[in-house]
């Protein structure tokens, strides 16, 4: 298995530019999430969706971001516009989505975003 | 509003100590604690994980301690090695749903 991929790995954009940032789950898990991380507040839920369906966008911080599901095996997230404190690494991660152990949240490498 | 609040913020063990995290939570709905290891350049990975039903679980060198009525949880991690450098995540779980709220991590430094 390959796990949950992510792309970009990195990405370094001008603030106002467009930014989507890529995920693949890990097959057969029915569970999203998509994490923002930083050295101030640590790691940040932004969304989370269930078989394709966003259940909690509460962390998303402000319109200029968005995530979509369009099937269960690929989600984005967008920030349009960009701006410099949206600077962060963002983890995309799956999980089987029922109860148990096999709640387990599987993470991808991440993505670096830079925003100058 | 943070929902598990993790201490230290860092620490610095000698190579065969005893490392110690701790977490605290509010919410007693919530019944499954996880805690993450993150190296540098990576996503946190799963370590071990615990329910409330047991006040201890222990994998290798690692151990979950689990205090329900203190509401607190803590992970040591035995005969430290320098391989353990990393920061640690503790998390819980609602049982409401599968969402995950995260400490705000433990960057630990094994010297050796």
């Known amino acids: 298995d390959a796990g949950v991929i992510q792309s970009p790995r990195h990405e370094v954009t001008e603030m106002g530019q467009e930014v989507t940032l890529r995920c693949k789950p890990i097959?057969?898990?029915?569970?999203l999430f998509w994490y923002r991380q930083t050295m101030m507040r640590g790691l940040e839920l932004l969304i989370y969706f269930n078989n394709n369906v966003p259940i909690d966008d509460s962390g998303m911080p402000e319109d200029r971001f968005s995530a979509k599901m369009p099937n269960a095996s690929f989600s984005t997230l967008k920030i349009q516009p960009s701006e410099p404190r949206d600077s962060a690494v963002y983890f995309c991660a799956s999980s089987q989505g029922t109860s148990g152990e096999s709640d387990t949240q599987y993470f991808g490498p991440g993505t670096r975003l830079t925003v100058l | 509003q943070q929902q598990v609040k993790q201490s230290p913020q860092s620490l610095i063990v000698q190579k065969g100590g005893i490392s110690i995290i701790n977490c605290a939570y509010e919410n007693t709905a919530f019944d499954y604690f996880p805690w993450y290891q993150q190296f540098p350049g990576k996503g946190p990975a799963l370590l071990i994980a615990i329910r409330p039903d047991v006040s201890e679980k222990k994998e290798g060198r690692f151990t979950i301690s689990f205090n329900k009525s203190a509401k607190q949880f803590s992970l040591h991690i035995m005969d430290s090695q320098p391989g353990d450098s990393a920061t640690y995540f503790c998390a819980a779980r609602g049982n409401t749903g599968n969402q995950f709220y995260f400490g705000t991590g433990t960057s630990l430094t094994v010297i050796p």
């Open positions: 097959s057969g898990h029915n569970s």
